[in-house]
């Protein structure tokens, strides 16, 4: 069964930095394009970060380039995002999510980020 | 990266059909056969319901159907459930890796 759990969120201080992870199962982080998406309260949801199966191409949104980082650890079958000089407009519920056939085909609970001071 | 757009809300009554829009551009939606579209219940992660335009992953029901002209992709929902009632949104690659998702659409069960 494929499962992702996100884990890491919390309350952070504007500036600050937090690190989410994703452990996943069912599947090889390796096998699989994986990303974040991101959804503020009451709001749509927006694409943050994506990393490619062989784990050399990064994308972000402009949004958060050269703030947010996303990696992996395969033998945890592990993704990470770390997040840099956070701003209260990251406030968000953030998903890990599995790409498959050019679409988004499993997402995790979420786990929420506040940035507040 | 901006967002694709679709109606802020949409309703039918139990039985009926409701037609979601998605528009965009020439550089994702109009440009793209990969356009998807997710299913999010309040409280709940978003679940994929239709991909590559058209395609139904295993255990969504054929009520669900998508179809795209132009810069326009739509999703339709047939014979209205109560469960039926959610947000609704689309997604569309949009170049580089990127994707675009649409603005979310909350469907009414009347």
């Known amino acids: 069964e494929v499962q992702l759990v996100e884990s890491g969120g919390g309350l952070v201080q504007p500036g600050g930095s937090l690190r989410l992870s994703c452990a996943v199962s069912g599947f090889s982080l390796s096998s699989f394009w994986m990303h974040w998406v991101r959804q503020a309260p009451g709001k749509g949801l927006v694409w943050v970060s994506s990393l490619n199966s062989d784990g050399r191409t990064t994308n972000y949104a402009d949004s958060v380039k050269g703030r947010f980082t996303i990696s992996r650890d395969n033998a945890k079958n592990t993704l990470f995002l770390q997040m840099n000089s956070l701003r209260a407009e990251d406030t968000a519920v953030y998903y890990c999510?599995?790409?498959?056939?050019?679409?988004?085909?499993?997402w995790g609970q979420g786990t929420l980020v506040t940035v507040s001071s | 990266q901006s967002a694709l757009t679709q109606p802020p809300s949409a309703s039918g009554s139990p039985g009926q059909s409701v037609t979601i829009s998605c528009t965009g551009t020439?550089?994702?939606?109009?440009?793209?056969?990969?356009v998807s579209w997710y299913q999010q219940h309040p409280g709940k992660a978003p679940k994929l319901m239709i991909y590559e335009v058209t395609k139904r992953p295993s255990g969504v029901p054929d009520r669900f159907s998508g179809s795209k002209s132009g810069n326009t992709a739509s999703l339709t929902v047939s014979g209205l459930l109560a469960e039926d009632e959610a947000d609704y949104y689309c997604s569309s690659n949009a170049g580089s890796n990127n994707i675009a998702f649409g603005t979310g659409t909350k469907v009414t069960v009347l």
């Open positions: 020439s550089s994702d939606v109009g440009g793209s056969n990969y």
């Open positions: 999510v599995r790409q498959r056939s050019n679409s988004l085909d499993y």
